[in-house]
C-alpha cells in the first residue's frame, strides 16, 4: 500500500502562481509513472502532467508552456510548478502513481483561480 499526500493548494488571482507538492510513503524511484489530474464536478478527472521512470514528460495541451512536473528522489516528493493560472485551472488536482501494477492516488487538493 502507498499512500500519496498533497499539498500547496489554495486560492490565487488569475495569472499567479502556486506548486503543488505530493509526498509518497514509498520509494518514487521505483515508481513507474507518476503524474497529476484533476477534476471539476461533472467532468471525467483528465491528466495534466505526467513524469516516467525515464525522466520523460507529458503535458495536456491546455497547460504547456505554464505547468511543470518535477520530482525529488530523496524526499519522496513529486511537485506540479503552475504559473500564469487561469479561471479555467480551478478543479481539485490529485497526485497519482503506479508501482508494481497498481495505482494510488492522493485525497486531492483544491485550486482555485479567481479572474
Known amino acids: 500500500q502507498v499512500q500519496l499526500v498533497e499539498s500547496g493548494g489554495g486560492l490565487v488571482q488569475a495569472g499567479g502562481s502556486l506548486r503543488l507538492s505530493c509526498v509518497a510513503s514509498r520509494s518514487i524511484f521505483s515508481a513507474n509513472d507518476m503524474g497529476w489530474y484533476r477534476q471539476t464536478p461533472g467532468k471525467q478527472r483528465e491528466s495534466v502532467a505526467a513524469i516516467a521512470r525515464s525522466g520523460g514528460t507529458n503535458y495536456a495541451d491546455s497547460v504547456k508552456g505554464r505547468f511543470t512536473i518535477s520530482r525529488d528522489y530523496p524526499t519522496n516528493t513529486l511537485y506540479l510548478q503552475m504559473n500564469s493560472l487561469i479561471p479555467e485551472d480551478t478543479a481539485v488536482y490529485y497526485c497519482?502513481?503506479?508501482?508494481?501494477?497498481?495505482?494510488?492516488w492522493g485525497q486531492g487538493t483544491q485550486v482555485t483561480v479567481s479572474s
Open positions: 497519482h502513481g503506479s508501482w508494481l501494477g497498481y495505482d494510488y
